[in-house]
């Protein structure tokens, strides 16, 4: 039967079951005419949320209103051509539309931020408000007082795996139009790895998932695209396929679901100790003579004595520092990392083993383990196991780095140039509240200039949640947010009330990705989609898209047409996409729009640095010395230059290092706080999208992970509920008990809405927990270490 005549009985039988239901005041009542039923109508649209995938999704509306929700049905059964079929995040999307807590009309501050009390204004006196605070704040204090704040709530006009937007891409195009805003670099989620990347490598070269299924043995660390990438675009389709019938070790402190897999076996590691494990590793494969000196001679700096720079110091090279001639006097062997790690001698030693029999390694690493006090050194660290045995720029091996996934050839930006050349680390922007004109390249990891010329004053948070939730030391942030003599004017643009955006003094409702006309580049994986986003939804609210927020705010400063340059928002879509695109083997706009989404040929297979091995001459690395920076004299003239807090150390070649709240901090510990706490993604969320979605809450339960061993010492069972406590705040949830996590560590879900009642977090946020204090080298966010203590509430 036709879906549409299907409906017709549907909606009869549902009239006839409602007269029957009701009763019928009179037996001559005529048969009531059922209405005709509309035509369905099918629009494409993408899941945009910062999983890296950008699904597309089909929603299916009738007379305005979303039916149902599907995903990709398009393709063959071959890899190059499989489907980018959505998670069930993608598919709730109707949830997120109707959500309850949507943002329905603009609304200004009443009382103290934070507390969520606003009124509703009209869309001229949102704008005439902002424009008149842009105005004067760059007026007075200058265009370095103005942020746009870090936030990947919705992935505007974007066709750029992994980048972060500023407010919405057209607020930052206002901005630089009135004098610039101040830059910010890394990201919240990879600052660690992107740094490390470029001080050894100069790239974050890596392979593509494909070259697993080439390998024979894959060893991982903190990689978990099951649950953090859980789409058929995400990577969990291709892991899922690659490392069948070949056996992966995953080194983890959490037994993840990609640790799960028959050829799988898992390795527990004390959170933050991953250097340690691959320092000895190292041990083994220099102890045993494995490691392959020609290569790492040709290809690298500082390796050993024979290679280290003029500068450096005698014995500082990696080789003398992991076999005990270094000033420490300790051999990094297995007893070494069994005490710090609390994996096993014999276990050590047997992944020792299959490392150095295996003939193609893949090495990989998640993004978990570097976002720890001591990152930049756990991304080296891992880096360096491929490149001891030579096994680099081949056939199934890998760079230590995650795998690479096809970012598209293009992506859409109408920005412009910004004229302000002082970019913070995106982790610091409360410090830049409360200190920004002390903020130094030296003490702080200012770059484009030597210093900030101002705090911030004017926050412009479009799609984000990094305001509070996001951000870590919630009660701290919160504490310099309510202060709106530091920050004068925030601007919140979203889809939800968040609890960043109780934080705003004009809050404005924003369309969902479902909603708008726009282009998406899946870039998950190493095959991609493009995906016209398209609606026919009738809101039923009154929201305005980021480009006539910012259109109007421009017509108030006297800027409307530079801004929009004579161009409508579609205008602007379709001409930035013909550039996009021009010379390529891309469908016309139109074309795109009548078939939704487009699969990209050939797609991309990579071997990482594979150019750079072939021939190092012809394509050195962008290092200073075209190599591989094993030793960096720049991150030495770092340590020599650089002020750092007490405990932090910046060496010049990879190696562990016992860091504040870590494993080895007794002093904390002696305080009441003895297990380390760290966080872990769940598919029920990405970050703290879809938190409020109450159906994801139903399939995945936030939940504090403790093993049994620490449960029984505090009398906690499984569903109790329990306080963990930090030095910086307390949070209430309920725990689980389950050997799938190690003694001594425990892991709560990350993005759950921060819901503070008298002093205690009872939504969940990580971030209650979490401290402010930066990673030395990439000043970023180092989430998971902490000191914690968990009992019965």
Excluded at 176 to 196: E, I, K, V, W
Excluded at 395 to 407: I, K
Excluded at 748 to 761: E, H, R, S, T, V
């Amino acid at each position: 039967m036709e879906r549409r005549n299907f409906l017709k009985l549907s909606a009869t039988a549902g009239a006839v079951s409602c007269i029957t239901a009701c009763g019928s005041k009179s037996s001559n009542s005529s048969t009531p005419t059922v209405p005709e039923v509309s035509e369905e109508q099918v629009n494409w649209a993408a899941c945009t949320c910062n999983c890296g995938a950008s699904c597309p999704i089909k929603i299916v509306t009738q007379d305005g209103t979303i039916t149902r929700v599907e995903t990709d049905d398009m393709g063959d059964d071959s890899w190059a051509e499989h489907q980018s079929r959505a998670c069930a995040r993608g598919r709730s999307f109707k949830r997120k539309v109707y959500a309850a807590d949507r943002l329905k009309v603009p609304m200004k501050r009443v009382g103290k931020r934070g507390e969520g009390n606003f009124e509703e204004i009209s869309w001229e006196e949102a704008y005439d408000t902002i424009a008149d605070n842009l105005k004067r704040i760059i007026d007075t204090y200058g265009n370095e007082s103005v942020y746009c704040q870090y936030a990947t709530g919705r992935l505007y006009s974007f066709f750029s795996g992994g980048h972060w937007i500023n407010a919405g891409q057209w607020g930052g195009r206002l901005l630089n139009l009135l004098g610039g805003y101040t830059r910010q670099h890394n990201t919240y989620s990879s600052g660690q790895l992107a740094n490390a990347g470029s001080l050894m490598f100069g790239t974050t070269s890596s392979s593509s998932y494909a070259e697993m299924g080439k390998s024979d043995f894959i060893l991982t660390f903190g990689f978990n695209p099951a649950e953090m990438r859980a789409s058929g675009a995400g990577g969990t389709y291709d892991y899922s396929v690659f490392t069948q019938n070949v056996e992966t070790v995953v080194v983890d402190p959490r037994c993840s679901d990609s640790a799960l897999g028959d050829q799988h076996s898992w390795m527990a590691i004390r959170p933050g100790t991953d250097a340690a494990l691959c320092e000895a590793l190292a041990h083994e494969i220099i102890s045993r003579g494995a490691a392959d000196d020609a290569f790492l001679a040709k290809y690298c700096v500082g390796y050993d004595q024979s290679t280290l720079p003029d500068s450096a110091a005698e014995f500082s090279d990696f080789k003398s520092h992991i076999l005990g001639l270094a000033p420490d006097d300790v051999p990094k062997d297995v007893a070494y990392a069994s005490a710090i790690t609390g994996i096993s001698e014999a276990k050590i030693t047997e992944l020792a083993d299959k490392l150095i029999a295996a003939d193609k390694p893949f090495v990989t690493q998640g993004l978990g383990p570097q976002r720890h006090a001591c990152g930049e050194q756990t991304v080296r660290a891992i880096t360096m196991l491929p490149l001891l045995l030579g096994k680099v720029g081949k056939e199934g091996t890998n760079t230590g780095f995650m795998p690479s996934t096809n970012t598209g050839a293009f992506w859409l930006s109408p920005t412009g140039t910004n004229p302000v050349e002082t970019s913070i680390p995106c982790f610091l922007w409360t410090e830049a509240i409360i200190n920004g004109e002390n903020m130094t390249a030296e003490e702080h990891g200012i770059r484009g200039s030597d210093k900030l010329s101002a705090n911030f004053k004017f926050i412009w948070n479009y799609a984000g949640n990094a305001m509070i939730n996001q951000h870590s030391d919630t009660v701290e942030t919160d504490k310099i947010l309510q202060d709106d003599t530091l920050c004068e004017f925030i601007l919140v643009h979203d889809v939800q009330m968040t609890p960043s955006a109780k934080y705003a003094d004009i809050l404005l409702p924003d369309f969902t990705d479902a909603e708008v006309n726009d282009i998406s580049a899946n870039s998950g994986t190493d095959s991609g989609v493009l995906t016209a986003m398209t609606t026919s939804i009738d809101t039923p609210f009154d929201p305005k898209g980021c480009f006539e927020v910012a259109n109007e705010v421009a017509k108030r400063l006297g800027v409307e047409a530079a801004f929009n340059e004579g161009r409508t928002y579609q205008e602007w879509l379709e001409y930035l996409y013909a550039a996009s695109t021009a010379g390529g083997d891309y469908p016309t706009y139109e074309e795109l729009v009548e078939q939704g989404i487009y699969r990209l040929k050939n797609p991309v297979q990579v071997i990482g640095l594979k150019s750079f091995i072939d021939d190092p001459d012809i394509n050195p690395l962008s290092t200073p010395s075209g190599k591989v920076e094993v030793y960096s004299e720049t991150m030495q003239t770092m340590a020599d230059t650089w002020i750092l807090p007490d405990g932090d150390e910046i060496p010049a070649i990879p190696k562990y290092i016992s860091t504040w709240e870590g494993y080895e901090d007794k002093e904390t510990k002696e305080k009441g706080y003895p297990i380390q706490l760290i966080g872990h993604h769940t598919k029920g969320r990405v970050h703290s999208s879809f938190h409020s979605n109450d159906w994801m809450r139903e399939a995945v339960e936030d939940a504090v992970w403790m093993n049994p061993k620490d449960a029984q010492e505090r009398g906690i069972s499984q569903g109790d509920t329990v306080l963990i406590e930090s030095l910086r705040g307390t949070v209430k949830v309920r725990a689980r008990v389950t050997p799938r996590i190690m003694p001594g560590v425990a892991s709560l879900p990350q993005g759950a809405w921060l819901d503070m009642k008298d002093g205690i977090d009872e939504g969940g946020c990580v971030n209650t927990l979490t401290s402010l204090r930066p990673t030395a080298i990439g000043k970023c966010n180092p989430q998971h270490t902490n000191l914690v203590e968990i009992s019965l509430s």
